[in-house]
T-cell receptor, first 116, second 111 residues
Framework: NAGVTQTPKFQVLKTGQSMTLQCAQD?????MYWYRQDPGMGLRLIYY???????DKGEVPNGYNVSRLNKREFSLRLESAAPSQTSVYFC???????????????FGPGTRLTVT | SQQGEEDPQALSIQEGENATMNCSYK?????LQWYRQNSGRGLVHLIL?????REKHSGRLRVTLDTSKKSSSLLITASRAADTASYFC???????????FGKGTTLSVSS
C-alpha cells in the first residue's frame, strides 16, 4: 500500500497564479484533511472531508477550495496564490467519520509551496 | 485556535537519557493522540490514549493523561539519535470531526 500520496512535492508560483494540489489514499478511509504547516505555527487545518461527498472549512480556509473527487482523492486548489500561502501543505486521511472517536490520521509526505 | 499546547518548545538531551514533553488542552476530550514528525517528512501517529485511560505504553513510549488537569505527557525512555524529531499532541475539534494539533516540541538527541 502506498498510503497517502501527494503531488507535486515542490512548487513555485508567482502571485496570482493558480494551482491544484492532489492527494490520494489507498486505505479506504472515509475522512480526508488538508493542513498547512508554517514555522512556529504547528499544523493548521484548512479543509476537511468527513466522508465522500462532504467538505467543511477548518481553521484557515480563506484563499482555498477543495474537491472530494471520490473516496480516494481530495484536492486543494489555490485560485489566486498569494505570498502568505507560502507553506508546506499536508494531506491526511483517517477512518473517522462523524461521531467516530478514533481519528488516528495518516499523513502524506507534503508539498512545499513557494509563492513569489 | 490551538486546542493542545506542548511544553517545552524545544528539548536537547544526550543519547540514553529520558525525554519528557507535556501537552495541555482546553476542552473535554474523548482521546488524545501523539504524533512524531521527522525533518521534512509528514507526521506519523505514535499513540492514542482514551479519556478513561490514565497511562499507556508502546515500546519506549509512555503516555499519561490527567483529565482533571487537562494535560498529558509523553515520555521517551533511553533516547536515541533517531528520536530527534518534532512531537505533537492532538485532540478532536468540538464537532468531533477533525483533529487540532499543538505547535509541537522539537527534540534533539545528540550522541
Amino acid at each position: 500500500n502506498a498510503g497517502v500520496t501527494q503531488t507535486p512535492k515542490f512548487q513555485v508560483l508567482k502571485t496570482g497564479q493558480s494551482m491544484t494540489l492532489q492527494c490520494a489514499q489507498d486505505m479506504n478511509h472515509n475522512s480526508m484533511y488538508w493542513y498547512r504547516q508554517d514555522p512556529g505555527m504547528g499544523l493548521r487545518l484548512i479543509y476537511y472531508s468527513a466522508s465522500e461527498g462532504t467538505t467543511d472549512k477548518g481553521e484557515v480556509p480563506n484563499g482555498y477550495n477543495v474537491s472530494r473527487l471520490n473516496k480516494r482523492e481530495f484536492s486543494l486548489r489555490l485560485e489566486s496564490a498569494a505570498p502568505s500561502q507560502t507553506s508546506v501543505y499536508f494531506c491526511a486521511s483517517s477512518t473517522g467519520t462523524s461521531g467516530s472517536r478514533s481519528y488516528e490520521q495518516y499523513f502524506g509526505p507534503g508539498t512545499r509551496l513557494t509563492v513569489t | 485556535s490551538q486546542q493542545g499546547e506542548e511544553d517545552p518548545q524545544a528539548l536537547s538531551i544526550q543519547e540514553g537519557e529520558n525525554a519528557t514533553m507535556n501537552c495541555s488542552y482546553k476542552t473535554s476530550i474523548n482521546n488524545l493522540q501523539w504524533y512524531r514528525q521527522n525533518s521534512g517528512r509528514g507526521l506519523v501517529h505514535l499513540i492514542l490514549i482514551r479519556s478513561n485511560e490514565r497511562e499507556k505504553h508502546s515500546g519506549r513510549l509512555r503516555v499519561t493523561l490527567d483529565t482533571s488537569k487537562k494535560s498529558s505527557s509523553l515520555l521517551i525512555t533511553a533516547s536515541r539519535a533517531a528520536d530527534t524529531a518534532s512531537y505533537f499532541c492532538a485532540t478532536a475539534n468540538q464537532a468531533g470531526t477533525a483533529l487540532i494539533f499543538g505547535k509541537g516540541t522539537t527534540l534533539s538527541v545528540s550522541s
